[in-house]
């Protein structure tokens, strides 16, 4: 892997610099940004759209396998085989870079690293007073790119997945992100509702209107992956969790079917339809999870029993 800062202006790439000093210089005084990326914690964000702000080594993630523009994810490593067939940025170019990016190789996997380039990154053109040579000089600046020691988002490619730390990031990496995780449409709910009404313990009457945010995404995500197909036929286990947790005290009920026709009660059947009721192994306290994540097995982990 031939690896070199590079960046993209619009949708063409370019290697940042001509000289390889000035690669070694940077590469030196920022670490973070060319180094490994330790991961802590990490968190499907497609099964997530609650989750609040994440630790420092934690990150979301995005199975890209099975998405239309996959592949362009994958052809970035293709940049890497040959970085000497791009050219370098120059003073038209550089003031429109929207972002930069770095490839390395650890244990047979690659990584991409990526520095999302907004607006705020760069510095607007002007009149200085700067420090040069042991002289105070005026000079005039032109626009300027902070280069910033952090990673906003890194690809690896043999699990095919792209890690963030916010969606935003995401979404300036590329805007084909939004349809994927984007609030449900109207058209998007009616077909929601046909679902539900398959399963015998439900009856659903909200109007388009009063759905909110958080649940527009979760009924996206749950007409994407099939996930009422689960529950069609499994009424009594259903009637079992909503008495074992209580949950019809949310619910209003009527002709032996849980009615819903608000948020709230929308947001209790998602509750059910995750399975987000559960009871502490240790304490026996009846806990709602923050999550929707499924919980990787302990052989997963290779996890021993302890003696």
């Excluded at 607006?119 to 040579?133: F, S």
């Excluded at 009924?219 to 286990?237: E, T």
């Excluded at 909503?242 to 059947?269: A, G, M, P, R, V």
Aim: charged share 30%.
């Amino acid at each position: 892997m031939n690896s070199k800062l590079m960046s993209r202006v619009g949708n063409d790439f370019f290697s940042v610099f001509s000289e390889q000093s000035q690669e070694n210089e940077i590469i030196e005084n920022n670490e973070l940004f060319f180094s490994s990326t330790t991961v802590s914690n990490e968190h499907s964000y497609i099964s997530n759209p609650q989750r609040g702000n994440l630790e420092q080594d934690e990150w979301f993630y995005m199975d890209f396998s099975s998405i239309i523009f996959g592949k362009d994810l994958l052809n970035m490593f293709d940049i890497f085989d040959n970085t000497g067939r791009y050219s370098n940025l120059n003073s038209n170019n550089i003031k429109d870079v929207n972002l930069l990016f770095y490839a390395k190789e650890i244990d047979d996997d690659k990584y991409i690293n990526l520095q999302v380039i907004r607006e705020k990154n760069y510095i607007k053109p002007g009149r200085i007073i700067q420090y040069i040579n042991d002289n105070i000089k005026y000079k005039k600046n032109d626009k300027s790119l902070i280069f910033r020691n952090e990673i906003d988002i890194f690809i690896q490619k043999n699990l095919n997945r792209i890690y963030f730390k916010k969606f935003n990031d995401l979404k300036y990496f590329d805007k084909r992100f939004i349809d994927i995780y984007r609030e449900a449409t109207k058209e998007e709910v009616e077909s929601f509702k046909e679902l539900v009404k398959k399963i015998d313990s439900f009856s659903i009457s909200i109007i388009d209107d009063i759905v909110g945010q958080r649940n527009r995404k979760k009924i996206k995500y749950i007409i994407d992956n099939n996930i009422l197909d689960k529950f069609i036929g499994k009424g009594n286990l259903i009637q079992n969790y909503i008495k074992k947790y209580n949950i019809q005290s949310k619910l209003d009920f009527q002709d032996d079917k849980f009615i819903i026709n608000t948020n709230l009660h929308l947001t209790c059947f998602m509750d059910i339809i995750f399975e987000a009721h559960y009871t502490g192994e240790i304490t026996s306290t009846r806990l709602l999870a923050s999550s929707n994540e499924e919980v990787a097995l302990e052989n997963e982990y290779n996890i021993k029993e302890p003696k």
